[in-house]
């Protein structure tokens, strides 16, 4: 049959030479995942370096009233304990729980560099959003980010700067280091059961160091119908 028939073929016979539809990469399929689900209460351990404690994060509480510090006694705080349980009460919302909310910092052009049987590991240059004082810090880090190969979900992420830079003029860090763990909740997404930020340098000719390290435990399904996406405030 020459070339200039294939034109007289049935409609019927065309999925038969129609080429096959790439498949999605197991790093698109993680970004891709769900997000709807249930809304959880989970107890949290908090240590950054000003306030060492314990708390219970329940997201369908108004705002600001979200984070209940279980101990120390919130009445004993005093100084920068008692300036960051105050921020943390405003700030804390619930929906950065879920490692979807990773996915803004994962551009599309992020590299396979390793892969089993079970997951797949990509490397990337971080993205910023339109943050532009995180912008000069994220260009200077390398994001790495696990997702799984059996079911669309990310496993870990972490960024973090392969030598000393300056984000400005009159500031330098010496070192970054970003990690999350995430693990399985009931729904099946992954939420950040893990977390350590820990940063250090010098400004205005002044050292510093930053620590932020949380851990995520007894989930908690709350009843009716209270769902809560990684976008929710």
Aim: hydrophobic letters at 40%; aromatic letters at 6%; charged letters at 25%.
């Amino acid at each position: 049959m020459r070339l200039t028939c294939l034109s007289r073929l049935p409609l019927m016979a065309l999925p038969l030479i129609a080429l096959p539809a790439l498949a999605e990469t197991p790093l698109e399929k993680a970004l891709a995942a769900p997000t709807d689900g249930p809304a959880y209460r989970f107890d949290i351990k908090i240590d950054d370096g000003t306030l060492k404690g314990e708390a219970q994060i329940d997201p369908t509480r108004p705002e600001g009233e979200r984070l209940t510090l279980v101990s120390p006694d919130p009445a004993t705080l005093k100084g920068d304990a008692a300036e960051t349980y105050a921020k943390l009460q405003a700030r804390t919302s619930g929906e950065n729980l879920w490692c979807t909310s990773f996915t803004a910092n994962i551009p599309a052009d992020a590299k396979l560099i390793s892969e089993s049987g079970e997951a797949a590991v990509y490397s990337f240059t971080p993205l910023a959003s339109e943050d532009k004082d995180l912008e000069k810090v994220y260009k200077h880090l390398t994001g790495r980010v696990t997702v799984s190969k059996e079911k669309p979900a990310i496993l870990a992420f972490e960024m973090f700067a392969e030598k000393p830079f300056k984000p400005a003029m009159v500031a330098k860090v010496d070192s970054f280091s970003l990690k999350a763990d995430c693990t399985p909740a009931p729904d099946g997404r992954t939420y950040i059961s893990a977390f350590a930020l820990d940063v250090s340098g010098n400004a205005m000719m002044q050292p510093f160091s930053q620590s932020d390290h949380r851990e995520v435990t007894k989930l908690v399904a709350l009843p009716g119908d209270a769902t809560l996406t990684a976008g929710d405030k």
